[in-house]
C-alpha cells in the first residue's frame, strides 16, 4: 500500500485548543450589574452598556424614549462624538433632539430676523441646563450633574452608537479598507435615520465636522434631501444641542472604559482616558501584549502606537496574502526576446524546473518528509 | 526500520470508543496567517471563546486575529479519515506540550528527522474537524482549504485494489 503523508501548512498555522491539566481557566468575565433600572435616561444607558458587555466586539446604538412633543413640534438636532483619538475603547456617537423654544423663535421674527438667521443659534429649551457646554470643557462631574438633568426633560430625545474598538480595527484591516472618517460619517446617518424613524421632526442638524466641512456637508445634504444641514467646525461650543450630543457620547465612553471588565490576565486597570500618550494608557499597552494575540478587545489594533508595540513585543505574524505578494512582472518583458532557456536547464535543481502538479497546489498541498 | 515504529498513539488512553474521542476532541483552528511561534497559548481565553456566529450567514463564524476580521467554517473530514494532533517527545523544560497540528491519512509515513533521530512521534489527540478560517471573505467550496477534500476522495479511489 502506497502512504501519503501530507502537511497542508505551507503558508498557514494551526491551533488546537484543548483540554490540559492546569488549564488558563474560563474566568467569568460578565459583570453582574446589580441595580434595578432606573429613570428614562440612565436606565437607557444601562441598557446600552449591558448589551454592549454582552459582546464587547459588536457595535451598540440605543435611543432614549421619544415623547410626543418630539413628534408634533420642529427639533434642533446635533451630532457629536467622543473617544475619537484614544488607542482605548470604543469611540461613542451621540445624537441629541430638542424642541425648539417657540417663544424665543416668533419674538425674534417679530424683530424682523429671518428664520435662517435664527438657525444660525437654534434657540433650543435646554438652554435652562445651565452648564450645558462642550463636553471637553466641563468635567467630568458636571457632565455627569447635566447628563442626569436630561432625563427629567420631556421635550428631547437622545441616542448614542458604541463603536467597539474591535470594529474599529476590524474596518481598518478588512479587505476593503473603511477609514475612521468613513466610520464617523456612517454613525451620524445612522442616528440620524434613527430620528427619522423614531418620527422626530427635524428643523435642522447641526454637525461637528469629520474631515473636509464642505465634503461633510454634500454627502448629508445628498443622503437626506428632505433636511437642513450644518456642518461646522467646533460645533460643539458653538450649537448647544450639539454640546448636549457630546455630553451624551463623552458620559457613554467614560462609563464604557470604567466598566470594561477583562477576561484575562488583564491587572493594570484602565483609569485614564487611554490616549497613547498617556502614561497609564502606555503601560496597560505594554502590560497586557499576549505574545501570540496581542492585545486585548479593549485596544485599537490599527492605531500605530498599538500596532507598533506589537510589531516590536509579540510574535511576528505572516498573513497569507502578504506572502502572495509576488513581484509583478514588468509588461515590457513580454515585448523582448527571450533568451533560449535550453542552455539555463542545468544550473537549477530539478525541484525547481518541474512544477508541482495545479491540482496539489490549488489545494495548498506539499509532499512532506518533515513533520516538525 | 519498520513503518510506524516511531508513532505512539496515545489517543486510545484517552477513550475507549471513537464516539467517545469526540467528546474530548480539540478544537483546531486552522488560520490564514503563519505564527512565528510553537507553543503554548491561550487559546481558548482569546480565540476559541470569542468565536461568534455569522449575523446573516448559517454554519459560519465570525473572530477577530489583532484587529484582523476572520471569518470561518468548520470542515469535516471524510469519514474514513482521522486526523491527530501530534507532537515531538517534549523537552524537559517544556513539559506540556507543543501544539501543532498535522493530518494524515495514515501514519506510517516516510522516514522523518525526528524518527530518524530515534525521538517518537506522540499522537496525543484525535479529531474529525477542522475550523477553517479567512481573512474577511466568507468560506466557500472553492477555497483551497475545501477542496482537499476532493484529494482524500481522490487518494482513496487511487488506492483501491484493482479489481478485475
Not at chain 1, 64 to 91: F, N, Q
Not at chain 2, 1 to 26: Q, R, W
Amino acid at each position: 500500500m502506497i502512504c501519503w503523508f501530507f502537511i497542508f501548512m505551507r503558508q498557514r498555522d494551526c491551533m488546537a485548543d484543548y483540554e490540559m491539566d492546569g488549564d488558563d481557566g474560563n474566568k467569568d468575565d460578565v459583570e453582574i450589574v446589580g441595580e434595578a433600572k432606573k429613570r428614562n435616561g440612565l436606565a437607557v444607558f444601562r441598557e446600552a452598556l449591558d448589551e454592549f458587555a454582552k459582546n464587547r466586539d459588536q457595535d451598540v446604538t440605543v435611543y432614549s424614549e421619544v415623547p410626543k412633543k418630539c413628534k408634533v413640534t420642529t427639533c434642533y438636532v446635533g451630532i457629536d462624538e467622543a473617544g475619537r483619538g484614544p488607542v482605548l475603547g470604543p469611540m461613542v456617537y451621540g445624537i441629541f433632539a430638542a424642541v425648539e423654544d417657540t417663544d424665543a423663535i416668533s419674538a425674534k421674527i417679530k424683530k424682523g430676523q429671518s428664520l435662517a438667521k435664527i438657525e444660525e443659534c437654534p434657540p433650543v429649551l435646554i438652554d435652562s441646563i445651565k452648564k450645558l457646554n462642550d463636553s471637553k470643557q466641563i468635567n467630568e462631574k458636571t457632565r455627569d450633574e447635566v447628563f442626569a438633568q436630561f432625563s427629567d426633560l420631556d421635550h428631547i430625545v437622545y441616542g448614542v452608537k458604541i463603536i467597539s474598538p474591535t470594529q474599529i480595527s476590524a474596518k481598518s484591516y478588512q479587505r476593503k479598507k473603511i477609514s475612521l472618517n468613513e466610520i464617523s460619517h456612517n454613525a451620524a446617518i445612522e442616528l440620524i435615520q434613527g430620528l427619522i424613524d423614531r418620527g422626530i421632526v427635524i428643523g435642522k442638524v447641526y454637525v461637528d465636522t469629520v474631515g473636509p466641512m464642505e465634503k461633510y456637508q454634500a454627502k448629508l445634504e445628498q443622503l437626506f434631501p428632505e433636511l437642513k444641514f450644518k456642518v461646522d467646525k467646533k460645533a460643539d461650543s458653538k450649537y448647544k444641542p450639539v454640546s448636549a450630543a457630546s455630553v451624551c457620547a463623552k458620559v457613554m465612553r467614560d462609563e464604557a472604559l470604567k466598566k470594561w471588565t477583562f477576561g484575562d490576565n488583564c491587572n493594570v486597570k484602565v483609569a485614564q482616558n487611554g490616549w497613547g500618550s498617556d502614561e497609564v494608557t502606555k503601560k496597560f499597552l505594554r502590560a497586557n501584549i499576549d505574545p501570540v494575540f496581542g492585545f486585548p478587545n479593549i485596544v485599537r489594533d490599527s492605531w500605530s502606537t498599538a500596532s507598533d508595540l506589537l510589531e516590536k513585543r509579540a510574535v511576528k505574524i505572516k498573513w497569507e496574502l502578504d506572502e502572495d505578494d509576488a513581484p509583478v512582472q514588468k509588461i515590457s518583458k513580454f515585448f523582448v526576446k527571450q533568451p533560449k532557456t535550453e542552455d539555463n536547464t542545468e544550473n537549477f535543481p530539478v525541484s525547481v524546473l518541474k512544477p508541482k502538479a495545479q491540482f496539489f497546489s490549488y489545494r495548498s498541498l506539499t509532499q512532506t518528509t518533515k513533520l516538525f | 526500520m519498520s513503518p510506524g515504529k516511531n508513532f505512539v498513539d496515545e489517543t486510545s488512553k484517552l477513550s475507549s470508543g471513537e464516539h467517545d474521542a469526540s467528546l474530548v476532541a480539540p478544537k483546531v483552528h486552522y488560520l490564514p496567517f503563519k505564527v512565528e511561534f510553537q507553543g503554548p497559548a491561550k487559546i481558548s481565553a482569546r480565540f476559541t471563546q470569542n468565536v461568534t456566529p455569522h449575523p446573516e450567514l448559517a454554519s459560519v463564524s465570525c473572530n477577530y486575529f489583532r484587529g484582523r476580521p476572520l471569518v470561518g467554517t468548520k470542515l469535516d473530514l471524510a469519514s474514513d479519515y482521522v486526523a491527530f494532533l501530534a507532537e515531538e517527545e517534549p523537552l524537559q523544560q517544556h513539559s506540556k506540550l507543543q501544539r501543532k497540528v498535522e493530518t494524515e491519512c495514515d501514519n506510517d509515513a516516510e522516514t522523518t528527522p525526528a524518527a530518524a533521530a530515534g525521538q517518537p512521534i506522540h499522537l496525543r489527540q484525535r479529531f474529525k474537524d477542522v475550523t477553517y478560517w479567512e481573512w474577511d471573505k466568507v468560506p466557500s467550496s472553492m477555497d483551497s482549504t475545501a477542496k482537499l477534500q476532493d484529494w482524500l476522495k481522490l487518494a482513496s479511489v487511487l488506492h483501491e485494489p484493482i479489481k478485475n
